[in-house]
Nanobody, 124 residues
């Protein structure tokens, strides 16, 4: 059974930074595309960033490009999301998700494995 555990969320002022991490219990972690999604209260769970299994390909939602950076360490089975210049609209619960292959990496419906989420709150 796949287990994904997010950490690193918290409360930060606008303009600040946070680094989220997701630890995965996957035997062949390098075969999995890892994606971060976020869900604000009353809204749908939206794509934030994705990284391919070997880390060669990444993609970001337009709203976070230039501010967020996704990375992974396949030796440690972890994926991280460095978030800089955070804004109040970034407030949400952030989830990591895993799937084999890079197809549909931004489609939440294509993911079967999710973490429990970590809260990020940005005050103005």
């Amino acid at each position: 059974q796949v287990q994904l555990v997010e950490s690193g969320g918290g409360l930060v002022q606008a303009g600040g930074s946070l680094r989220l991490s997701c630890a995965a219990s996957l035997r062949t972690f390098s075969k999995y595309t890892m994606t971060w999604f976020r869900q604000a209260p009353g809204k749908e769970r939206d794509f934030v960033a994705a990284i391919s299994g070997a880390g060669h390909y990444t993609d970001y939602a337009d709203s976070v490009k230039g501010r967020f950076t996704i990375s992974r360490d396949n030796a440690k089975n972890t994926v991280s999301l460095q978030m800089n210049n955070l804004q109040p609209e970034d407030t949400a619960v952030y989830y990591c998700a895993a799937k084999v292959g890079y197809l549909n990496y931004a489609d939440r419906g294509s993911f079967g494995s999710w973490g429990q989420g970590t809260q990020v709150t940005v005050s103005s």
